[in-house]
């Protein structure tokens, strides 16, 4: 074999080479995304690993702006608004699960997310009426979706303005019953 023909095979190999590890950008990130989600919790104690999750965190919503499009958008959503919240970015979850409900209406799990607002709402942000209008549009549009008796019941808590103690001894009085 002359040096011109080895010369061609090596440049073939680094030609087949280099086509096989290219991946599309977006096939890069959602691994990126998924690796991160792998480490989000650390082994030990299963306390959130608060630089990684930042790091997911941004890659969700980098990939949703990228690719609102591609079918793992609406998921990259939902998680980015669930992480927003364990976060601690109460707001900017209650809007990301928002804006799920609005830009992905026939996501299976919008329906979860508008939930969630609600949720966020009473529980974290303490916006008692935000919270109530939330909930009441999630029984009005879900009635019959599992979250429903909670939703009702935490409806029914707020319009009552129990804490959870009460509640709590409500419930046991009428179990008792």
């Not at 969700?60 to 959503?77: I, N």
């Not at 608004?81 to 409900?101: I, P």
Request: net charge positive.
């Amino acid at each position: 074999m002359n040096a011109s023909n080895k010369f061609k095979r090596i440049l073939f190999f680094i030609f087949i080479i280099a086509i096989g590890s290219c991946k599309p950008a977006h096939e890069k990130l959602s691994d990126e995304i998924f690796k991160g989600e792998a480490v989000l919790y650390s082994d030990t104690n299963k306390r959130l690993n608060t630089e990684e999750a930042n790091k997911v965190y941004s890659n969700y919503l980098k990939y949703v702006e990228t690719y609102p499009k591609d079918t793992l958008s609406p998921d990259f959503l939902f998680k980015a608004a669930d992480l927003a919240n364990g976060l601690k970015r109460h707001e900017e979850s209650v809007n990301l699960f928002a804006r799920l409900v609005i830009e992905y209406p026939e996501f299976r799990k919008s329906s979860a997310a508008l939930f969630m607002q609600a949720f966020v709402l009473e529980t974290e942000i303490k916006e008692t009426e935000k919270a109530k209008e939330k909930y009441k549009e999630f029984l009005n549009k879900f009635p019959n979706h599992k979250l429903a008796p909670s939703a009702r019941a935490s409806l029914d808590q707020l319009n009552a303005n129990l804490t959870d103690e009460e509640l709590i001894k409500m419930f046991e009085e009428k179990n008792k019953k």
